[in-house]
T-cell receptor
Framework: DAGVIQSPRHEVTEMGQEVTLRCKPI?????LFWYRQTMMRGLELLIY????????DSGMPEDRFSAKMPNASFSTLKIQPSEPRDSAVYFC??????????????FGSGTRLTVV | SQQGEEDPQALSIQEGENATMNCSYK?????LQWYRQNSGRGLVHLILIRSNEREKHSGRLRVTLDTSKKSSSLLITASRAADTASYFC????????????FGSGTQLTVLP
């Protein structure tokens, strides 16, 4: 398994532009999480899905942020319009809780977003 | 919001020494996990300890959990330069339906 795949690895965009981050979870995992990491705030949970359904989006900072999971193998996080304070590393993680013990999350390598 | 707080924030040791990192949390938990993050990379799961367990081992890692004090420690024995990374504790809070809340992390530097 190639693990959780995120794209792009780096994104530099101008303020006001739309940004779309992509994630492919591990096949068979039924939970998908989007986190944001900054020096000031650490790792923050933005939203998570169970079986493609958003369960908790209370961490999404503003209406400018939206996330979708159209199928079990793909999710997007969109920021429109982007602002400089959105600059951060965005991580996608997936996990499975279907059977028996709970295991850890598998994280992607992240997307480093810079909004100028 | 961050559930866990790691202590110390930064730790520098010589290769071969043991490294101990501590984590405190606030609410009742189902389990506590430790992750490692190398610079510029994603987090890697190291070990999970359940709320009814007190100690767990995995290779050179030893984790303890004291639910009465709401604290955990991660011990890395015989450290290597490759152990240089940030280490985070994460809690799966009771009733939180699977979401993990991460602490602020400890930056460990192992000097060769």
């Amino acid at each position: 398994d190639a693990g959780v795949i995120q794209s792009p690895r780096h994104e530099v965009t101008e303020m006001g532009q739309e940004v779309t981050l992509r994630c492919k979870p591990i096949s068979g995992h039924d939970y998908l999480f989007w986190y944001r990491q900054t020096m000031m705030r650490g790792l923050e949970l933005l939203i998570y899905f169970n079986n493609n359904v958003p369960i908790d989006d209370s961490g999404m900072p503003e209406d400018r942020f939206s996330a979708k999971m159209p199928n079990a193998s793909f999710s997007t996080l969109k920021i429109q319009p982007s602002e400089p304070r959105d600059s951060a590393v965005y991580f996608c993680a997936s996990s499975s809780f279907r059977e028996g013990p709970i295991y850890g999350y598998t994280f992607g390598s992240g997307t480093r977003l810079t909004v100028v | 919001s961050q559930q866990g707080e790691e202590d110390p924030q930064a730790l520098s040791i010589q290769e071969g020494e043991n490294a101990t990192m501590n984590c405190s949390y606030k609410t009742s938990i189902n389990n506590l996990q430790w992750y490692r993050q190398n610079s510029g990379r994603g987090l890697v799961h190291l070990i999970l300890i359940r709320s009814n367990e007190r100690e767990k081992h995995s290779g050179r890692l030893r984790v303890t959990l004291d639910t009465s004090k709401k604290s955990s420690s991660l011990l890395i024995t015989a450290s290597r330069a490759a152990d240089t990374a940030s280490y985070f504790c994460a809690t799966d809070a009771y009733g939180s339906a699977r979401q993990l809340t991460f602490g602020s992390g400890t930056q460990l530097t192992v000097l060769p």
